[in-house]
Nanobody, 117 residues
Framework: QVQLQESGPGLVKPSQTLSLACTVS??????????WSWIRQPPGKGLEWMGA???????YYSRSLKSRTSISRDTSKNRFSLELRSVTPEDTAVYYC?????????WGQGTQVTVSS
């Protein structure tokens, strides 16, 4: 059974960088042909795909967030990470990591991140 767990600070100040990690157990992030995504849901809004890193380390980003987003991985820890720079209160959301297997078949529980001074 694959499990994903998000971790990171729940409160970030405006203009700072939001950093989250997703630790995966029960499966390797290097197994072909999965991709591993970051998805968020602002309060009262729908899910927004932010970007992904695939089994081979290739990264893909939402056009609207590409200039502020970086996704990386640490294969020794079976973990992938998100950085979102220059955050504003509009980046307040529940952030999820998920496995993309031609559809999202495993999700983390989500972590609330609030951007506020």
């Amino acid at each position: 059974q694959v499990q994903l767990q998000e971790s990171g600070p729940g409160l970030v100040k405006p203009s700072q960088t939001l950093s989250l990690a997703c630790t995966v157990s029960g499966g390797s992030i290097t197994t072909a042909y999965y991709a591993w995504s970051w998805i968020r849901q602002p309060p009262g809004k729908g899910l927004e795909w932010m970007g992904a890193i695939d089994y081979d380390g290739n990264t893909y980003y939402s056009r609207s967030l590409k200039s502020r987003t970086s996704i990386s991985r640490d294969t020794s820890k079976n973990r992938f990470s998100l950085e979102l720079r220059s955050v504003t209160p509009e980046d307040t959301a529940v952030y999820y990591c998920a496995r993309d297997n031609l559809g999202y078949d495993y999700w983390g529980q989500g972590t609330q991140v609030t951007v506020s001074s």
